[in-house]
């Protein structure tokens, strides 16, 4: 079975970047079947996309925040990566990475559980 694990600091100073791992046992990262996602929950708020990668390691990205963001793969450790340049306590949320079906875009099979990060000075 796939699993997905979120890892990176829980704490992160603003104007920094956030840095955080999504290591996946079980299924390889570049079975075309799939695309990788990383979504987040601020504080009393509902979720939101923030980018994905697919099988070939192509990204896209939210529009409200592509220009902060980078998601890139590392196919030999099985992870992948998302960087969020130039942070604010605004973007104190949950973490999540997350499975999708390639074709069947919006659904979102397996998540991790999720991880914290506070952007506090």
């Known amino acids: 079975q796939v699993q997905l694990q979120e890892s990176g600091p829980g704490l992160v100073k603003p104007s920094q970047t956030l840095s955080l791992t999504c290591t996946v046992s079980?299924?390889?990262?570049?079975?075309?079947?799939?695309?990788w996602s990383w979504i987040r929950q601020p504080p009393g708020k509902g979720l939101e996309w923030i980018g994905n990668?697919?099988?070939?390691?192509?990204?896209s990205y939210s529009p409200s925040l592509e220009s902060r963001t980078s998601i890139s793969r590392d196919t030999s450790k099985n992870q992948f990566t998302l960087q969020l340049s130039s942070v604010t306590p605004e973007d104190t949320a949950v973490y999540y990475c997350?499975?999708?079906?390639?074709?069947?875009?919006?659904?979102?099979?397996?998540w991790g559980q999720g991880t914290l990060v506070t952007i506090s000075s």
């Open positions: 990668i697919d099988y070939s390691g192509s990204s």
């Open positions: 079980g299924e390889s990262i570049t079975t075309n079947y799939y695309y």
């Open positions: 997350a499975r999708g079906l390639t074709y069947l875009s919006g659904y979102l099979e397996v």
